[in-house]
């Protein structure tokens, strides 16, 4: 709310001061992007309210495990969550497959890898960044054909721009902006 009332603020001076509208796009976009994650983080509180009922609601267990993964990026919580979304085969199967006792760790990360494949941003990032570990933790048993793959697939995970470095460069933008 406090977002949306510093936009408000801001359009309402950008107006006062004459700007063309064409040229307050980047504010239009961004009223979009806090607007989406509001009515996420909404729908995120309430399956959280649901589980308190209803603890094997896959819709409910769905939504809060994905907010975990992508919004929070706490694995440990999102799993059981995850395993019990049955309306979301993929991101259960992935699941089920990690909390396994003694579940290879190629496997996991190729099911994880697979369905970031099928996703946007930011689970797609979050997804590929998790299949990573699974993926080192694999390499010094894999066979010369296989660490190729998983070679060829770290590297394209350690491209991917790390959401500490993300939140480090917000940081450095707000405060380069506020004074």
């Not at 975990?68 to 969550?81: G, N, S």
């Not at 259960?92 to 970031?116: C, F, R, S, Y």
């Not at 797609?124 to 060829?152: C, F, M, V």
């Amino acid at each position: 709310r406090d977002a949306e009332s510093l936009l408000d603020q801001v359009d309402a001076t950008l107006t006062k001061m004459k700007v063309a509208a064409s040229s307050r796009q980047a504010l239009t976009d961004l009223r979009k992007e806090i607007t989406a994650q509001k009515e996420k983080f909404e729908a995120f509180q309430q399956a959280k309210s649901v589980l308190d009922s209803k603890p094997d609601d896959p819709d409910a267990n769905f939504t809060v495990g994905r907010w975990l993964v992508t919004e929070e990026r706490q694995w440990k919580l999102a799993l059981p969550h995850l395993a019990k979304s049955s309306n979301s085969k993929p991101w259960q199967a992935a699941a089920v497959l990690e909390l396994t006792p003694d579940a290879e760790a190629v496997k996991v990360g190729n099911a994880w890898w697979e369905l970031a494949e099928s996703e946007g941003e930011p689970a797609k990032r979050e997804l590929l960044l998790h299949a990573g570990k699974w993926y080192e933790q694999a390499l010094p048993n894999l066979t010369t054909l296989s660490k190729k793959l998983i070679d060829q697939r770290l590297t394209v995970i350690a491209a991917l721009p790390k959401p500490e470095a993300k939140a480090a460069s917000s940081r450095k933008s707000q405060s380069g902006t506020s004074n």
